[in-house]
């Protein structure tokens, strides 16, 4: 899973001798490119950077032993769903960071320079829509991360209500005192749970927010997300969180999708007939 913190980390890196090895693969449309000559293209990138390496010397030996292993994994690539993969590395520093991505990269190209090359990556990530679901309760949340057709439950969170007596107390005093106490709890895990929202939308981890939730419940969440997490709001569906699958929320999650891409395309046709008509 690719995050704003890794490329940071990643970017932040530099070799100092030039070992820095990108590797985009993008797979063939199936009519134009059998997987042999594909892999007979990979092959031909790491020969031609090896030969560069050994042109510069320095970067000889610190390169050779990534580039084999990128070899090594050209080779299974065949059966990666037509998937596209992104690898970065520089063995001497510890580093091997490989990512599946959609297979919408420009080409396949190896680059061997002082950091790592991004904009093949940046390209991709900003068209593939990454949406964290909340499912949330009064008792309990749930946070799965939908991204290029895939659904992954990444938290959940228990808020364990205090117990409260069964007597009403003097003239139901007591028992309107526990109510309110009730609710100020869950108040708290509403709060909590948008803030660890809100966290991990400023780190890149989404750009798009789902809500499940009941519709009672609505309200009282909606009233604690801060204003990114409301302009980025897509919809909300009501469920059960404690007893919803993947799946569920995956066919919830892309239905809402699908109507807000939808309309955004409806609008973006709307705006250029209307640019049309008045010779804009």
Known sequence: MITRDIIRELAAFESPENCAITFYYQPPA???????????????????????????????????????RILEVADSLHGNGRRAKAIFADEKAGIWREF????????????????????????????????????????????????????????????????RGKSDGFRGYDGGHAQRNVANDAKQ????????????YERGFFKMLVVGCRDEQWPEVESVLHTYLRNNLLGRFRIDPATATPEQVKVHTEKILAEHLGQRRQDIVQEVVGEAQRNG
């Open 30 to 68: 199936p009519q134009n490119k059998s997987h042999r000559e594909d892999s007979i293209l990979v092959k031909d990138l790491v020969k031609e950077a090896l030969r560069e390496a050994e042109k510069e010397g320095g970067k000889k030996e610190c390169a050779r032993k990534d580039l084999r």
């Open 100 to 163: 599946d991505l959609p297979a919408s990269l420009p080409a396949t190209q190896l680059i061997i320079n002082r950091r790592f090359h991004f904009s093949p990556l940046a390209a991709v990530l900003e068209n593939v829509p990454s949406v964290c679901v909340c499912l949330i309760d009064r008792t309990k949340a749930r946070l799965f991360r939908y991204q290029d057709e895939k659904i992954e439950e990444v938290g959940d969170y228990f808020n364990e209500l205090p117990r």
């Open 189 to 200: 895990h509403y709060k909590f749970v948008a803030e660890t929202m809100l966290e991990l």
